[in-house]
Each structure stands twice: as structure tokens, then as C-alpha cells.
T-cell receptor, first 114, second 114 residues
Framework: AQSVTQPDIHITVSEGASLELRCNYS??????LFWYVQSPGQGLQLLLK??????LVQGIKGFEAEFKRSQSSFNLRKPSVHWSDAAEYFC????????????FGKGTLLTVNP | EPEVTQTPSHQVTQMGQEVILRCVPI?????FYWYRQILGQKVEFLVS????????KSEIFDDQFSVERPDGSNFTLKIRSTKLEDSAMYFC????????????FGPGTRLTVL
């Protein structure tokens, strides 16, 4: 069965520091991969997605992610974190079939220290 | 920018009561989804809906759940007889002309079953 693993439940970084959130997936075919962000009390906002092509994808708010097939990973990065980036981040993979449901990881909660 | 809307934002109900959660997907979207997130857990797929019928449903989506698109704009999730364990945040999502299009999420309805 398809699955998504986010090994880090909670990460704390200082404002201005770089950030990398890890995501590993298990899926037999070529995956469609997503990162969503959820601020407190808010819904899920799409940060970026990978369908095909260039393995380094750029998203909103200065985020990027790199697809590495050999490592089954799709890690999210940001060179300099802002206090407003504090939120929960979810990696997700679209699984196949006639309708493409999202399978989510458990999420990584990001805390940003001033 | 078009967005998915959900009402109500918070619903409190007694165990055994019926609830209807409402969603207005993005207007030209054709694929509709419900997901739920129990507090502290990951977002889980419930059901997908296309061409006025259920395309896929998870094992969570048992006989007490139903979905409907009663008119050209609304998409509803009905829970016939709520249980304590139905307490969760319920997210509606929609995607565009093909099933692999990005899913856009609403802000969610927090359901509390007492």
C-alpha cells in the first residue's frame, strides 16, 4: 500500500535559519507529490507539487522541494525561515486509480524562535 | 482567486444525531473529495465524487456516511447517526478538469460530537 513518512514530528528553528523537512514515500509507480501547509485554525494550502520534469520545484513563500527517485524522497527546503512560517507541514502523494486521492504523512510541526 | 468554502466552521452535535456538512467547490471543478483529520492525527481520505457518483471511498466511509451534490454548486457530506469518534476536522477539496489536477482544500468544518 502507498504510504508517506515524515520522520520529524516537531522541528524548531531560529528565524533566519535554513529549513529542511523530510518526506519519504512508498509507491510503485511514478508519484505525484505535494507539500501542503496548515496554519493554526486554517485549512490546507498548497505550497508546491511535483508531477514530472525538473526534479527541483519551486513553490510559494520561498519554498522549494527536490524529488529524488533513488531515495524515494521529496524534502521541502527554505533558505531563510520567517516567523510566519510557523505551521504544520504535510507531505502527500497522489495514489492511482480512477480518482486520485491524496495520501498524507502525519505532518511536521514547525516552531520558529525569534 | 477562487476558493473552496465550507459551512459551518464549527458544528457541535449530540451522539446519534444527523449532521450535514456543506461545501462549495471551485466553480469549474469536476472532482470533489472529503477528507477528515482527527485531532493530532494525519489527514485521511474519505470519499471522492465525480459525475454525480462516488468514485472511490475508504473503509472509514461506511453506511452512516453519504455524499450528495444537490445542485450545481454545493457538495455535502451527511453523517446519519454521529458517534463520538466522528469528532474531527472535515475538509472538502476539489480539483479541475482532470483527476490529476491539484486538489484545493476548504478551511474545514470542526465537528464535535458530545
Amino acid at each position: 500500500a502507498q504510504s508517506v513518512t515524515q520522520p520529524d514530528i516537531h522541528i524548531t528553528v531560529s528565524e533566519g535559519a535554513s529549513l529542511e523537512l523530510r518526506c519519504n514515500y512508498s509507491y510503485g509507480a511514478t508519484p505525484y507529490l505535494f507539500w501542503y501547509v496548515q496554519s493554526p485554525g486554517q485549512g490546507l494550502q498548497l505550497l508546491l507539487k511535483y508531477f514530472s520534469g525538473d526534479t527541483l520545484v519551486q513553490g510559494i513563500k520561498g519554498f522549494e522541494a527536490e524529488f529524488k527517485r533513488s531515495q524515494s524522497s521529496f524534502n521541502l527546503r527554505k533558505p531563510s525561515v520567517h516567523w510566519s512560517d510557523a505551521a504544520e507541514y504535510f507531505c502527500a502523494v497522489v495514489t492511482g486509480g480512477s480518482n486520485y486521492k491524496l495520501t498524507f504523512g502525519k505532518g511536521t510541526l514547525l516552531t520558529v524562535n525569534p | 482567486e477562487p476558493e473552496v468554502t465550507q459551512t459551518p466552521s464549527h458544528q457541535v452535535t449530540q451522539m446519534g444525531q444527523e449532521v450535514i456538512l456543506r461545501c462549495v467547490p471551485i466553480s469549474n471543478h469536476l472532482y470533489f473529495y472529503w477528507y477528515r483529520q482527527i485531532l493530532g492525527q494525519k489527514v485521511e481520505f474519505l470519499v471522492s465524487f465525480y459525475n454525480n457518483e462516488i468514485s472511490e471511498k475508504s473503509e472509514i466511509f461506511d453506511d452512516q456516511f453519504s455524499v450528495e451534490r444537490p445542485d450545481g454548486s454545493n457538495f455535502t457530506l451527511k453523517i446519519r447517526s454521529t458517534k463520538l469518534e466522528d469528532s474531527a476536522m472535515y475538509f472538502c477539496a476539489s480539483s479541475g478538469a482532470i483527476s490529476t489536477d491539484t486538489q484545493y482544500f476548504g478551511p474545514g468544518t470542526r465537528l464535535t460530537v458530545l
